[in-house]
């Protein structure tokens, strides 16, 4: 901090403010909306109003006006809004608007407390630097950060004083975009006040699986919408046609909108946005899922949200999750049956596979690899439960909607002609996208029971492997069971039986031994030809 002794609170000049200004013009937001009929005219007959009116407006010697805002009502009458300058630096607080006649008349003002900036301004005692790194001190919530100071008259307290405004920009808690302003004053350093530089707001999407939605979305410091979700962390990007393999973190194009309200509802959309609706909203679910169900924070458990690709490649019928950048990405389909890959349990499928690889890490070949793609096949149909859309019902059949009329079925795997309903010493040779078949027919059994009965409209015949009858005891529960399996007694290298190990272990933990949910798990798993 610079001495503070009268020598050093000499008055600003103009020219050394104007000098000044030149520096933090470009950190002024004026609007540049499109022309309005009669805007012109309205504007000009506002400047001279208040120059008219100067004392009304508190308008001075050094001041002037940039236009932020016109609007014209039906009749005629016109709204000028103006942000105030003071010899070249803006006046935080000093805003005012002009209510005139269709004649341009004055009938009204409206301003801010800074309304009158009569102020002393002086050469700042505390210099940019030291006030960044103040600012950064000021902000602990927000890591990696960078500052960006600018000098500016603090009026917004009705106090006009020179004060250095403080944008600190960086990450916040949950790995999301995040800003902080912090205004202190530029001869003494004392902090005024801090605010976020950004805002939570809710967006309308009209997704292309699940109808018209609400969003979380940030208002950021420009004025526009983003897919930044402020309460989960997840920023949904557009990859812009980028193949899988070569994006990371920083690549893509987040999107922002003027009016918040994104997507238009079709399948096969050609406006970019409505992918990016279904994937956001339907990661919001999957944390949501994750976290009132079973109390994780996160994928990780640590609170960060993920980044999420939607248009990657070109007909890239596929979705895939990426330890690497912490990162999922969804392709656009074949582009004649299969739509974009974004509904409800395909991203809660991709998830998972980050929820497994930060816990039980299910290597991923033989059986343990179909473990992994099972685990993800469950907890990705559960989340469609969870979220018990009225338009993407809950069901057993694993994306059914951007895989009409379904990639995989829980009941009987085997009718996709690939995957297997039993095991048998051979399933670990399969691809793991079929070796998942035994734990998925497991989870039925367990959840639903064996035999035929219809659920939400669609029939369902599950046969058992031993011939035997097997009562379900609800999805929930079984649920429970092999999220504790996975992240308590499951390792990377468990196979079929040690999955039966580690379930009957969590559900003793959960209900007790010789308990009905005990029993259930025990014979589904021999129902399947694990024992």
Not at 221 to 231: H, K, Q
Not at 386 to 396: H, K, L, Q, S, V
Request: charged share 20%; net charge neutral; hydrophobic share 35%.
């Amino acid at each position: 901090m610079g001495p503070t002794s009268s020598s050093r609170r000499r008055t600003l000049t103009a020219g050394a403010l104007a000098a000044t200004a030149a520096l933090v013009a470009a950190g002024v937001q004026v609007s540049t909306a499109s022309a309005v009929p009669g805007r012109d005219t309205a504007i000009a007959k506002a400047r001279a109003n208040v120059a008219r009116n100067a004392e009304l407006f508190g308008f001075g010697a050094g001041q002037d006006l940039l236009v932020k805002d016109v609007l014209i009502d039906p009749d005629g009458t016109q709204h000028v809004r103006f942000d105030r300058t003071y010899q070249g630096l803006p006046v935080i607080g000093g805003d005012l608007v002009v209510h005139q006649d269709a004649r341009g008349r004055l009938k009204d003002s409206t301003r801010a407390k800074g309304h009158s900036p009569a102020v002393r301004s002086t050469v700042p005692s505390v210099p940019a630097q030291a006030t960044a790194a103040k600012a950064l001190a000021a902000a602990p919530g927000i890591s990696s950060a960078t500052s960006q100071p600018r000098l500016v008259v603090w009026a917004a307290d009705g106090t006009a004083r020179l004060a250095w405004q403080t944008t600190v920009s960086g990450l916040g808690k949950q790995g999301q975009p995040s800003g902080r302003v912090v205004v202190t004053d530029a001869v003494t350093g004392a902090e005024i006040e801090q605010f976020d530089s950004e805002h939570e707001a809710s967006g309308t999407g009209r997704s292309e699986y699940t109808g018209t939605v609400t969003i979380d979305t940030t208002l950021q410091s420009n004025g526009l919408y983003a897919l930044i979700d402020p309460t989960r962390g997840t920023i949904t990007k557009d990859a812009r046609n980028v193949s899988a393999s070569s994006l990371n973190a920083g690549s893509g194009t987040l999107y922002t909108d003027a009016d918040n309200i994104w997507g238009d509802g079709r399948k096969f959309s050609t406006d970019r946005a409505t992918a990016a609706v279904d994937a956001h909203a339907n990661t919001a679910w999957t944390y949501d899922y994750y976290k009132n169900t079973f109390g994780r924070n996160g994928i990780k458990n640590d609170g960060k949200g993920a980044t999420v690709f939607v248009h990657v490649g070109t007909k890239w019928d596929n979705a895939q999750w990426s330890d690497a950048c912490f990162c999922m990405m969804t392709g656009d389909g074949d582009g004649t049956t299969d739509p974009e890959q974004v509904d409800l349990d395909t991203m809660g499928h991709e998830m998972t596979h980050g929820v497994t690889s930060a816990t039980a890490n299910l290597r991923y070949s033989g059986e343990s690899g179909g473990l992994n793609e099972s685990t993800s096949d469950i907890f990705g149909t559960m989340v469609e439960w969870y979220a018990n859309n009225g338009i993407d019902t809950p069901d057993y059949l694993f994306s059914d909607q951007s895989t009409p009329p379904w990639l995989r079925r829980f009941d009987k795997p085997s009718l996709d002609g690939r995957s297997a309903d039993c095991w048998s010493r051979k399933v670990g040779q399969l691809d793991v996208h079929n070796s998942s078949g035994v734990g998925n027919h497991w989870f039925f059994l367990a959840s639903e029971g064996s035999g035929s009965r219809t659920i939400n409209g669609i029939t369902y015949n599950s046969p058992t492997c031993n011939g035997s009858t097997v009562t379900g005891i609800g999805n929930q529960k079984v649920a429970k069971i092999w999220y504790r399996a996975l992240t308590v007694y499951m390792t990377s290298t468990t196979d079929y039986k040690g999955a039966r190990t580690a379930s009957l272990n969590a559900a003793k933990d959960l209900y007790g031994s010789g308990s009905a949910e005990y029993n259930a798990v025990a014979a589904a798993w021999s129902a399947v030809s694990v024992a």
